[in-house]
């Protein structure tokens, strides 16, 4: 494995690092993004949080307007931002802005001619954590994951599925029922199939209920004013859901915030300090 630094950039004291490298798993070149605090050292291990961003969004997104660089130089943590879906030449895609390179969903596609690239959630769950955990001096070994929207339903569906993994799992407007809402079934059908029990894997409502162990603790920011809400983020039925199986979900409606990175920079601050807390 070949890793490549791109850019460099000092950032509250630590530093915010862009790579590019083969990605096996994916079967094309791949860019993350790494923030390392400064504070780094044998006696103050660094736990890492993952940040998944949404629909036609890349790495850049969270480490250029997510304005949490601040927050987690004071906590001691590290971020990575993986990309959000394979990309290349020959890689497939699509003229909808929501479907194809952009927009992976962070799961495993079994569909034609998403199957040979588009297998996102091995990616996160295998190549890039052996990658990402040797950058980090001093590693603590606890990890915690976030995102936006898709990104949200990833972290969702990763911490759900890996909860022995993820101490903690945060998400600001998240498509948390994607199996009912325009940009799941889309999604679900073009890289899953017609057969909507295969979606089920994937889908955080039908994930909350059968946990394997505990599910880790959930935050949820959504804005009021977020013009997405009424036809793909409504929260009832995962909330219904997660409250059935005993779940801890911290549920908070922000009045006038929408779904831009306005309103993640301005809740972010909160969202780190409840991941830190499940850091020992």
């Known amino acids: 494995m070949c890793l490549k630094m791109i850019e460099q950039h000092k950032s509250h004291g630590g530093l915010q690092i862009k790579y590019r490298h083969y990605a096996e798993t994916l079967q094309t070149e791949a ?89 996102m959630y091995d990616y996160l769950t295998k190549e890039l954590p052996a990658i990402v955990y040797d950058l980090i001096p001093h590693f603590s070994g606890q990890e915690s994951i976030m995102g936006h929207s898709m990104g949200g339903h990833g972290a969702l569906i990763l911490g759900l599925k890996n909860p022995a993994r993820f101490k903690a799992i945060s998400a600001f ?17 073009a890289y899953l199939g017609e057969d909507q029990t295969k979606w089920q894997a994937w889908d955080a409502t039908a994930l909350v209920a059968n946990v394997d162990g505990t599910p880790p603790p959930i935050l949820i920011t959504q804005g009021t004013a977020d013009d997405f809400y ?51």
Not at 173 to 189: L, Y
Not at 232 to 259: I, M, N, P
């Open 230 to 280: 009424d036809t793909q983020l409504v929260e009832t039925d995962f909330l219904t859901a997660a409250k059935e199986a005993g779940a801890s979900v911290r549920y908070e409606s922000e009045a006038g915030y929408d779904h831009s990175y306005f309103t993640i920079a301005s809740f972010i601050e909160r969202h780190i300090a409840f991941h830190k807390h499940y850091f020992s």
């Open 31 to 119: 860019t993350f993004s790494l923030y390392l605090p400064e504070a780094t050292t044998a006696a103050t291990p660094t736990a890492l949080i993952w940040w998944l961003a949404g629909l036609t969004c890349t790495d850049d997104n969270f480490s250029q307007k997510g304005a949490f660089q601040k927050y987690a130089a004071q906590q001691n943590l590290a971020f990575v931002m993986p990309d959000t879906s394979p990309r290349g030449a020959d890689v497939a895609d699509s003229e909808d802005w929501d479907l194809g390179q952009g927009a992976g969903f962070y799961l495993n596609a079994t569909e034609t001619p998403w199957q040979e690239h588009f297998h």
């Open 173 to 189: 407007a998240p498509i948390s029922h994607p199996s009912v809402v325009p940009w799941g079934k889309k999604a679900f059908t």
